[in-house]
């Protein structure tokens, strides 16, 4: 297989249902927790252990156990998964956007300054000083931030343009 999908490989979508999950690597799960859900307004669906043989070979990391949970998010399908490895140390990754691989999620909201309020007082940091009102283009009146989480994940929250 070369490097370049063909066209109709590409426009199958690799066989794409829907997005499942975003998962989320934290260094203390009942403090995400506690965040991710007062931040959603939701609480966990499930949570638990993930110490069966497949997971470390899923994950690359035989014998590994994990701590998990998952938090619907609202106003999709998707799920967020929390997930704190238990016999592993991690190091934290750069949070900067500017680097290759850096995810982020972005959610809609009703009211920017409600949201800005609540993540901040949660513990996010947020990227710029306040939430940035777009001056062009047909995202024009609409509000935006980028903040990071308390593992360091990066949170987009886009407050639609008036009357869109």
Not at 10 to 18: C, E, N, Y
Not at 36 to 61: M, Y
Not at 81 to 105: A, C, K, Q, S
Not at 140 to 153: C, E, F, L, S
Request: glycine share 10%; proline share 7%.
């Amino acid at each position: 297989m070369t490097s370049t999908m063909q066209s109709d490989e590409a426009s199958r979508g690799a066989d794409a249902q829907r997005l499942h999950h975003i998962g989320l690597t934290v260094g203390d799960l009942e403090e995400s927790l506690r965040f991710w859900e007062q931040l959603f307004g939701a609480t966990a669906n499930s949570r638990r252990l993930l110490d069966q043989p497949h997971i470390g070979s899923i994950v690359g990391h035989p014998g590994v156990a994990i701590d998990a949970a998952w938090i619907d998010v609202p106003g999709s399908n998707a799920v967020l998964e929390l997930v704190h490895y238990l016999n592993r140390d991690g190091t934290p990754v750069d949070d900067d956007t500017i680097h290759r691989g850096n995810v982020h999620f972005c959610m809609e909201v009703e009211d920017m300054d409600a949201v800005w309020e609540r993540a901040v007082a949660l513990g996010a940091r947020p990227v710029s000083d306040a939430p940035v009102e777009v001056p062009t283009g047909p995202a024009k009146g609409a509000r935006i931030v980028y903040m990071r989480t308390i593992d360091g994940a990066t949170i987009e929250f886009i407050q639609p343009p008036p009357g869109s």
